[in-house]
């Protein structure tokens, strides 16, 4: 099967060139093709706005043959170079992309700028966080199997995690900015009590493991606390101690509280920044003396 790469023209003015395309059948018939579209009105584009021109000025679109591919790949290759080199000699084409297959090149007009901004107002609006073309769908029962195997298929891949972790930690460092957009984003975000009962639900009877417990333990030793140096608002401060009050322990949770606190005050790491706070305090008084 060949495919052939055509050009359209002004039979008025027929030195510029001024669409290409391919097609697999006859050129001239889908330049009959292109014709009935604008008969039909078909979709505002710039192509269709000239053909649409030339037809009401009594001109005719004409239409010649560029070049032929054997392959819809080598077709699309061939679509983009002769549009790159008919746009670089001048010619006015009414393309809407770069050519081949997608959208790349596409340039939105005014009007569908002004729709898509005065939909995003209209989400901002409404109360949503964040844009999202499934807020209020549901999937179907069988795609949340599928995503849900697909998902775990990846967890169970240690390989995959390590690649996974590695790509976001470089992300984050070399974006620092992003970061702090995130960050600046849930800032002062309150989560809904029914979201907060979702979350202690699936939380609830989940049991970590010993190794899980280790790694979690290794890469928060010597780790500086994250709300070090914070301060809290009166509001906030009051909101804990409101919902920390009546609220009692079981021995098991006391316990295990104490040979933590207990672990850590006995571990190397304090002892050693006790030492260096005691050497420091030795120092000033024999300064004062």
């Known amino acids: 099967m060949m495919f052939s ?6 039979s008025v003015k027929s030195e510029h060139v001024r669409y290409i395309g391919y097609t697999q059948h006859d050129p001239i018939d889908r330049l009959i093709r292109h014709i009935k579209g604008v008969r039909n009105f078909e979709k505002k584009s710039h192509k269709v706005n000239w053909l649409r021109e030339v037809l009401l000025t009594n001109g005719t679109p ?8 054997s392959t819809l790949e080598n077709a699309h290759i061939l679509e983009k170079l002769y549009i790159c080199e008919y746009l670089k000699a001048g010619h006015k084409l009414t393309n809407a992309t770069d050519g081949g297959d997608g959208v790349h090149g596409l340039k939105h007009t005014e009007e569908s700028r002004v729709k898509m901004s005065a ?3 209209l989400t901002y609006q409404l109360g949503r966080e964040s844009p999202c073309g499934m807020r209020g769908k549901k999937h179907s029962e069988k795609f949340c199997v599928k995503m849900s195997a697909t998902q775990k298929k990846r967890y169970e891949n240690l390989e ?9 930690k470089e992300y984050f460092e070399n974006h620092p900015e992003i970061s702090a957009k995130i960050s600046a984003r849930l800032m002062g975000r309150e989560v809904s009590e029914e979201t907060r009962a ?3 639900t699936s939380q609830k009877g989940k049991i970590i493991s010993e190794e899980t417990r280790a790694k979690i333990k290794a890469a928060r030793k010597n780790q500086a606390p994250t709300n070090k140096g914070r301060k809290f608002s009166a ?10 009050k009546g609220k009692k322990l079981s021995e098991e949770t006391r316990a295990k509280m ?4 207990k672990e850590a005050w006995q571990s190397e790491t304090r002892i050693k920044a006790k030492l260096v706070q005691l050497q420091k305090s030795l120092a000033e008084l024999e300064e004062l003396s």
């Open 5 to 10: 790469i055509y050009g359209l023209y002004d």
């Open 258 to 261: 104490s040979a933590s606190g």
């Open 62 to 69: 004409k239409v010649f043959l560029i070049g032929e591919a």
């Open 198 to 200: 979702k979350i202690s």
């Open 235 to 244: 509001e906030w401060c009051a909101k804990m101690s409101a919902a920390r």
């Open 119 to 121: 939909s995003q107002i």
């Open 160 to 168: 995959e995690r390590k690649r996974t972790s590695v790509a976001t």
